[in-house]
């Protein structure tokens, strides 16, 4: 066990793990960050999706003291001062979840996506999200809100994450 | 859900033998409630599954529901459901905001803590919407009738010039007018109620039958939601459970020194129960690597010898009844084919999950079930408490499928904290869900059946070795039917619960029959089903899907296949055309599915086809790919990347046509969309290659996906 520090959601917090602890339960259980769900452990199903340095990793898989020095972000971090982003509000207006348990690592997974390509094509779409496992599926809605937050970033610009 | 089913699937966890009178002592709750109205339901009166006598068990008659109004005019409906992703808090709400003539944001819904609520069987059987619903509106009747009397009181008014809207009794004449809360303010109105009052009809709704946005969906959002996997409480430990090498294994010797001597964590052990707990969760799997342990695991079948196993225990088979075969001989086509349906997993993306704190002696269970109850009672057995000594919470969980019913993570997690003497969460890893869970039954059925030169159906047998008896019985007009469901006694693998349960299988054996014997007659399979159906409900979610679909527009080729399939399950119809594409290494893709569907009154349109889009695309991987493979006592495929699960690449363009029958009483939701694609599908491979998949799933042998 060993202290590191870790950047997330704009904090640099001090925490206590060993060097081969999943970033996953770092999160979860070191820092009370539950918005970060397991899966599969296998990065098999994306429920344990955050962004690194704007990208969609597997927390599962991620070993933390491979995160340090990086920004991290969690579900819990997208929100500011009370406004959700675009994908999370499309994910609301759409629907586009039933039990919820995947939907922080489609919102995550999503963001990342857009991030880099604001109007993806299906093909891109289907890419950058076919690793994200959604039992109950719901993959049309998602799909959809995935669209409907293009649309909104086309409109405003991408500056959301 | 007839009575025979649930009773059917009821035993399947042995419920029956479980059932104890509810006993929360009604003085206390009475106590915590500071003022305001409460209004009990009594089991009587209302039609519900609670009340009647079943086997010599007499379900408990005391109280299904209740309501309570505070001063502030805050409603709180307390009921044992569950909400696991089908949006049932949603719509209940809206069928109590309907009634109560309340804003929808004014309920607040208590679901599934056995300390709060009343008894309720559990969370299954599309049951929810039929029963509870119309219960939780009769309380809300009530309510409403008690708060405009209050209010006709304190005005010496006459009740009946009174109206309700919007939280408030006003007297039109005079213009009077109080808040709910004001009219209860103060002092403890309590009242049970029995009996059928007059429920809003659905042509009149206002809240009910819209498309509100689900309950607390901006928690779901922004990561704030607590799952059962996700409770945390003081001193929390984190626990590991170490498991059998095989099915049915005991053990031979164990070893947990390694283990015992690393800092921090603690062997617990209990018989053949051994686990450990850790104050981090990364430190308790490192402990359980080190545990060694030798089990003997007896010999089993794999899924190689399944179906052969299954024909064997269900026994010959039984002679038809005379009838049967003389209408058969009478047939100018003739159909004499085994259909089959592999085991599958509910594959929940929370696995099971349960912290467990112990307090003075009493156990509170935090765990994602859809049986509070019946874990309530598992824990109370093996620990043999009182029943007022556990307490089983169910927060909105990462959904079941039918999956959730049993309580084995919880009490693992109460053993672990009894040992541990503290509170500890135990999550089972993916790979324990997949094995130790149990299964969607696997099946053999055997289907026989003849039609006349001109498409009349004269003869039909369906006999189902396993998996079950629902959507067994065919909807199409046919005399003496012989339709059998025949009970295997020792099923190689644990079974139970699932999603439309054996309907779906059921319903594949049967539509792609029906489409054998309408290509036999050379007929048109949609004109053969409309010529033998009866049911107007059925024939119109037949004609709504065919419509929609273009049924009949084109003709299939090799490379694209349509295919139509329908049924009826727990109240509701449904039917799907297909279209699929097949490519040259015989890979099939379904590139558009279009289902029709009628439940009666639809409480929230949103909602719904939010279920019946998700029940389509999650019977894509049985249709097609998801099979449990096992041997030696193991699933060899306990992996999301060997077993694998419908995703975004797989999902082909989904239209829904929703038929609200305003006139009719709102059936369950959650399970009937499941059961018409896998035959839609297995109808258009057939129309486009010639070669009839007659088994589940049908993507796994000549043809991939």
């Not at chain 2, 007059?198 to 901006?218: E, F, M, N, Y």
């Not at chain 2, 053969?528 to 004609?543: E, I, Q, W, Y």
């Amino acid at each position: 066990m060993a202290g590191i520090l870790l950047n997330v959601n704009g904090s640099v917090l001090r925490v206590t793990a060993a060097d081969d602890e999943p970033l996953l339960w770092v999160l979860r259980n070191r820092l009370g960050l539950t918005g970060t769900k397991y899966g599969c452990g296998e990065g098999q199903c994306g429920a344990c999706t955050v962004l690194i340095d704007g990208r969609a990793t597997r927390s599962c898989l991620t070993p933390a003291a491979a995160a340090v020095g990086a920004q991290i972000t969690t579900i819990e971090g997208l929100e500011k001062s009370g406004a959700l982003t675009p994908v999370q509000q499309a994910f609301l207006d759409e629907g586009a979840l039933q039990c919820g348990y995947c939907t922080s690592g489609m919102i995550l997974a999503a963001s990342a996506l857009l991030a880099e390509h604001v109007a993806p094509t299906d093909e891109q779409l289907a890419g950058a999200m076919n690793g994200n496992l959604c039992r109950c599926g719901t993959y049309p809605r998602i799909v959809a809100a995935i669209r409907r937050a293009s649309d909104a970033l086309v409109k405003k610009g991408p500056d959301y994450v | 859900m007839s009575d025979a089913a649930l009773l059917a699937e009821a035993s399947l966890h042995d419920i029956r033998d479980r059932i104890r009178a509810f006993e929360l002592d009604r003085r206390e709750f009475l106590r915590l409630c500071s003022g305001g109205l409460l209004v009990c339901l009594s089991g009587t009166g209302v039609a519900q599954e609670s009340g009647r006598a079943r086997q010599g068990h007499a379900l408990p008659q005391d109280v299904s529901a209740w309501l309570h109004i505070d001063a502030a005019g805050k409603v709180t409906v307390f009921t044992g459901k569950v909400e696991v992703g089908q949006n049932i808090r949603t719509s209940l709400a809206q069928s109590v905001a309907e009634e109560l003539r309340v804003p929808f944001d004014a309920i607040s819904m208590i679901m599934g803590d056995t300390d709060l609520t009343p008894w309720d069987m559990g969370t299954f059987g599309s049951r929810s919407t039929p029963t509870m619903g119309p219960q939780l509106r009769t309380m809300a009747v009530a309510a409403r009738e008690m708060l405009v009397e209050a209010a006709a009181n304190q005005w010496s008014a006459d009740p009946a010039t009174l109206t309700a809207a919007d939280g408030r009794v006003t007297n039109p004449k005079t213009g009077a007018s109080l808040a709910y809360g004001d009219l209860t303010h103060g002092e403890k109105l309590t009242r049970t109620v029995s009996g059928d009052p007059p429920l809003t009809p659905a042509s009149a709704w206002k809240i009910a039958g819209t498309a509100v946005p689900k309950a607390q969906g901006r928690e779901f959002v922004t990561g704030k939601h607590q799952y059962p996997s996700d409770i945390t409480r003081p001193g929390m430990l984190f626990g590991k459970v170490l498991r059998r090498t095989g099915f049915n294994a005991t053990l031979v010797s164990v070893d947990a020194s390694a283990a015992e001597k690393m800092p921090g964590v603690q062997v617990v052990r209990d018989g053949d129960f051994i686990g450990v707990v850790a104050d981090n969760v990364w430190s308790a799997e490192q402990a359980l690597a080190k545990i060694q342990a030798k089990w003997n695991v007896p010999a089993q079948i794999s899924n190689a010898e399944l179906f052969a196993a299954l024909r064997k225990q269900g026994g010959s088979e039984p002679a038809s009844s005379g009838g049967f075969e003389q209408a058969l001989a009478g047939a100018d086509v003739k159909l004499d084919q085994e259909y089959t349906v592999a085991y599958i997993a509910h594959a929940p993306l929370e696995p099971r999950a349960a912290v467990a704190e112990w307090e003075d002696g009493k156990l509170t269970v935090w765990t994602g079930t859809q049986r509070p109850f019946g874990v309530k009672d598992d824990l109370a057995r093996a620990f043999r408490l009182s029943d007022d000594h556990v307490r089983v919470i169910m927060p909105d969980m990462g959904s079941g499928y039918g999956g959730k019913h049993t309580g084995e993570c919880a009490v693992e997690a109460a053993r672990l904290a009894k040992g541990a003497g503290k509170p500890v969460k135990l999550i089972w890893t993916r790979e324990e869900e997949f094995t130790w869970a149990y299964f969607r039954p696997a099946g053999v059925m055997a289907m026989r059946g003849g039609a006349k030169r001109d498409g009349t159906l004269v003869a039909w047998q369906h006999h189902n070795i396993n998996s079950g008896p629902s959507g067994l019985e065919t909807p199409y007009a046919v005399p003496n039917p012989s339709v059998r469901y025949i009970e295997v006694n020792d099923p190689p693998l644990a079974q139970g619960s699932y999603r439309g349960l054996a309907s779906t299988a059921n319903h594949f054996a049967r539509e792609c029959a029906m489409d054998e014997l309408a290509h036999g007659l050379n007929m048109d399979p949609l004109e053969f089903r409309t010529k033998n159906l009866t049911d107007p409900r059925l024939s119109a979610v037949f004609t709504a899907a065919a419509e929609k679909f273009g049924w009949g527009r084109e003709k299939s080729t090799a490379q694209r296949g349509f295919g139509i399939a329908g049924g009826t399950e727990k109240g509701g119809y449904v039917a799907a055309c297909a279209e699929v594409e097949m490519d040259a290494a015989k890979k099939v893709r379904i590139r558009r599915v279009v289902q029709a569907w009628e439940s009666g009154a639809i409480v929230n349109p949103d909602g719904l086809r939010n279920q019946i889009m998700g029940a389509m695309v999650q019977a894509i991987g049985g249709a097609l790919f998801e099979q449990v493979q096992f041997s030696g006592g193991q699933v060899q495929n306990a992996h999301f990347a060997d077993y694998r699960l419908p995703r975004f690449r797989d999902t082909p363009q989904i239209e829904v046509v929703l038929i609200d029958r305003r006139d009719l009483p709102s059936a369950g939701a959650g399970e009937t969309g499941i059961v018409a694609l896998a035959p839609a599908v297995g109808n258009a491979i057939f129309a486009a290659t010639g070669v009839r998949l007659r088994g589940m799933p049908m993507a796994a042998g000549t043809f991939s996906s």
